[in-house]
């Protein structure tokens, strides 16, 4: 087993891979208080992720029917319950640390700003246009976020991407 996390973290040559290895290995450090096994957190997982999609989904439906307030609420719930779901493979205090690991505190900062964002314009300012380019930017910032826990799929995205 040493020999291939060895030879995993030399094929990514990041800490990237280290921190990868270290969240699947960790079956101690996440929710150890609770004493969940590790097929419990994969569910708590699939469920949160499954739960933040609908809720999403189910606000994008009430956006088409001009609920912009409710589509916000309803949006970030579904993102921030997704990100809670993360919470089940590494734990919730490892999670917040390695946020703002230099591989990833841009865009989990740029992330928390649009989520911020979106409540701002869809409550306090009341822009319906500006709730919309936030929500996408939100998504847009987890998704790069996310993309640090992988070795190379920063570099993969950039390539693929258009712009």
């Given at each position: 087993?040493n020999?291939?996390?060895g030879?995993?973290?030399?094929?990514?040559?990041?800490?990237?891979?280290?921190?990868?290895?270290?969240?699947?290995?960790?079956?101690?450090?996440?929710?150890?208080?609770?004493?969940?096994?590790?097929?419990?957190?994969l569910y708590?997982?699939?469920?949160?992720?499954v739960?933040?999609?609908?809720?999403?989904?189910?606000?994008?439906?009430?956006?088409?029917?001009g609920?912009?307030?409710?589509?916000?609420?309803?949006?970030?719930?579904?993102?921030?319950?997704?990100l809670v779901?993360?919470?089940?493979?590494?734990?919730?205090?490892?999670?917040v640390?390695?946020?703002w690991?230099?591989?990833?505190?841009?865009?989990?900062?740029?992330?928390?700003?649009?989520?911020?964002?979106?409540?701002v314009f869809a409550?306090?300012?009341?822009?319906?246009?500006?709730v919309?380019?936030?929500?996408?930017?939100?998504?847009?910032?987890?998704?790069?976020?996310?993309?640090?826990?992988?070795p190379?799929?920063?570099?993969?995205?950039?390539?693929?991407?258009?712009?």
């Amino acid at each position: 087993m040493n020999q291939i996390q060895g030879a995993w973290a030399t094929l990514s040559g990041s800490e990237t891979a280290t921190a990868a290895s270290a969240m699947v290995e960790s079956d101690s450090s996440a929710f150890k208080f609770l004493d969940l096994t590790k097929t419990q957190r994969l569910y708590g997982f699939g469920i949160c992720i499954v739960a933040g999609f609908a809720c999403s989904l189910l606000g994008a439906i009430l956006f088409t029917l001009g609920q912009i307030t409710v589509f916000a609420l309803l949006y970030v719930i579904g993102v921030i319950v997704s990100l809670v779901g993360t919470g089940f493979l590494v734990g919730f205090g490892k999670q917040v640390k390695m946020m703002w690991d230099p591989v990833r505190r841009y865009a989990a900062g740029v992330f928390l700003l649009c989520i911020a964002l979106v409540f701002v314009f869809a409550f306090a300012i009341e822009i319906d246009v500006l709730v919309i380019v936030f929500a996408i930017l939100t998504y847009l910032a987890y998704a790069w976020y996310s993309l640090s826990y992988i070795p190379y799929a920063r570099a993969l995205a950039k390539r693929l991407s258009p712009f």
